[in-house]
């Protein structure tokens, strides 16, 4: 918006907060909103139950580099030390099949555990480092700024999350608008996502520009916002990039089976 590229494509766009994902998508389908921004796992969960939705932009992928913006944590002395170390543990997400709480599960078997063994809580990620230092909880998937924040503070990285359990590449965020939508406005669907990728390049482009914003947009401190790691921005929305993250969800019966990438991006 402030670099004017959604009026250069002649929209006028009015930004309104979800404070939980998976009301989102309800929300585009019943036209309240003309397009939703969720993490991958909550779009692909929808689109599994036959939803018509479809995603028109990609806002960031699993890095190429091994860099994450999501980590599975535990307090410094824990006898816990990698993923596999959490069977038959407590391990809070911040929301149950949300896509930290897939990349754990998927984390854990690579390591050689089983994620069926861990008790998976969900819990808002401010709370999380609370509930380590109580003990009420073994573990934590931490996502940015609080992730660099225990770092930072001495606890223990068990292993990333998603540079650990997906392929380089994967989408984990993105935009998506409802087929209906498409059909009455291509034209808006199309500049909309003109727009956004201009925005998203800028961002891949310039770390400052994406901390400046949490800044004044996300009212996020000024050294939490210089210092945490970012996610790795692209415009590349590929089929084969949601399909991997499919893949492990219906592996762990999140969803009953694949996606077709192909078949939920709007081209």
């Given amino acids: 918006m402030e670099q004017g590229y959604f009026e250069q494509y002649g929209l006028d766009v009015e930004v309104q907060i979800a404070q939980n994902a998976a009301a989102v998508a309800p929300s585009v389908l019943n036209g309240q909103l003309q397009f939703g921004f969720a993490a991958a796992s909550p779009f692909i969960g929808a689109v599994s139950r036959g939803l018509p939705l479809y995603a028109v932009a990609n806002s960031s992928s699993n ?27 407590t391990v809070a997400v911040n929301g149950l099949s949300a896509l930290p709480h897939v990349a754990a599960m998927e984390a854990i078997e690579r390591d050689g ?19 380590l230092r109580q003990g009420r909880i073994d573990a934590a998937a931490l996502a940015e700024p609080f992730y660099s924040r225990s770092l930072d503070a001495g606890y223990q990285q068990l292993s990333t ?18 087929g209906p939508f498409i059909e009455t406005n291509p034209e808006v669907v199309e500049n909309f996502t003109n727009a956004i990728e201009l925005a998203i390049a800028d961002a891949a482009r310039d770390d400052q520009l994406v901390r400046d914003v949490l800044v004044e947009y996300g009212n996020m401190d000024p050294q939490a916002a ?14 084969h990039g949601l399909e991997q993250i499919s893949d492990v969800m219906a592996k762990f019966d999140i969803i009953t089976e694949p996606i077709e990438g192909s078949e939920v991006i709007y081209p």
Avoid at 226 to 239: A, C, I, R
């Fill in 63 to 89: 890095s190429v580099d091994g860099s994450d913006e999501t980590g599975l944590v535990a307090v410094a002395d824990s006898p816990l030390e990698r993923p596999r170390d959490l069977v038959g543990k």
């Fill in 161 to 178: 999350l998603y540079a650990t359990a997906f392929e380089p590449g994967s989408t984990t965020t993105l935009y998506f608008t409802a």
């Fill in 113 to 131: 555990g089983d994620p069926d063994t861990v008790t998976f809580v969900a819990m808002p990620f401010p709370d999380m480092i609370g509930a």
């Fill in 226 to 239: 210089q210092t945490m790691g970012l996610p790795h921005y692209s415009t590349e929305l590929t089929p």
